[in-house]
T-cell receptor, first 113, second 110 residues
Framework: DGGITQSPKYLFRKEGQNVTLSCEQNLNHDAMYWYRQDPGQGLRLIYY???????QKGDIAEGYSVSREKKESFPLTVTSAQKNPTAFYLC????????????FGQGTRLTVV | DAKTTQPTSMDCAEGRAANLPCNHS???????VYWYRQIHSQGPQYIIHGLKNNETNEMASLIITEDRKSSTLILPHATLRDTAVYYC???????????FGDGTTLTVKP
């Protein structure tokens, strides 16, 4: 099936540890995105990538890092510098960044204790 | 990219049309209006998008005013499964700058 896959669905980590969230797509999309969602709120953009080996900061990039070594993959690392990492993280992809709809994964709920 | 304003919540009777408004008064000429919905704890689902003409697909219709400062998403026969948070966003050439607001929580009641 074509789509965008995030894993795992639930993730628990101890405070101070870095953690990497996986996002894979087989839609042959050029653009990929990471969003953060807190309870009762909308989505905020963390990072986005328009092509392989290129990415830009979104509105809340501090404490996060990404890589885009392959077209299919856009992993997000939540570093220990992120002060409030507990949140719902959503990955998305689109054919291009301009004027094309985005398709979302099912999200990873990260809890830091 | 332009910001959008949506009502916080709306109710709709099952089987009736649900009309969800969105204001985007600062939209620029090359920006599209997109609608997504999110059912609790899932990823948002794309519904429809448009530039200036009205659009219709199997899920919904999108009505954009002539001045493009507002739009309405219409679910013609709402079902209980349409209960979700609906997001209206505007998206131009730099889609990395699209902003999702808090959306409208639509509750479809039997």
């Amino acid at each position: 099936d074509g789509g965008i896959t995030q894993s795992p669905k639930y993730l628990f980590r101890k405070e101070g540890q870095n953690v990497t969230l996986s996002c894979e797509q087989n839609l042959n999309h050029d653009a990929m995105y990471w969003y953060r969602q807190d309870p009762g709120q909308g989505l905020r953009l963390i990072y986005y990538s328009q092509i392989v080996n290129d990415f830009q900061k979104g509105d809340i990039a501090e404490g996060y890092s990404v890589s885009r070594e392959k077209k299919e993959s856009f992993p997000l690392t939540v570093t220990s510098a992120q002060k409030n990492p507990t949140a719902f993280y959503l990955c998305a992809s689109s054919l291009r960044t301009a004027n094309t709809e985005a398709f979302f994964g099912q999200g990873t709920r990260l809890t830091v204790v | 990219d332009a910001k959008t304003t949506q009502p916080t919540s709306m109710d709709c009777a099952e089987g009736r049309a649900a009309n969800l408004p969105c204001n985007h008064s600062t939209i620029s000429g090359n920006e599209y209006v997109y609608w997504y919905r999110q059912i609790h704890s899932q990823g948002p689902q794309y519904i429809i998008h448009g530039l200036k003409n009205n659009e219709t697909n199997e899920m919904a219709s999108l009505i954009i005013t002539e001045d493009r400062k507002s739009s309405t998403l219409i679910l013609p026969h709402a079902t209980l499964r349409d209960t979700a948070v609906y997001y209206c966003i505007v998206r131009g050439t730099n889609a990395g700058k699209s902003t999702f607001g808090d959306g409208t929580t639509l509750t479809v009641k039997p």
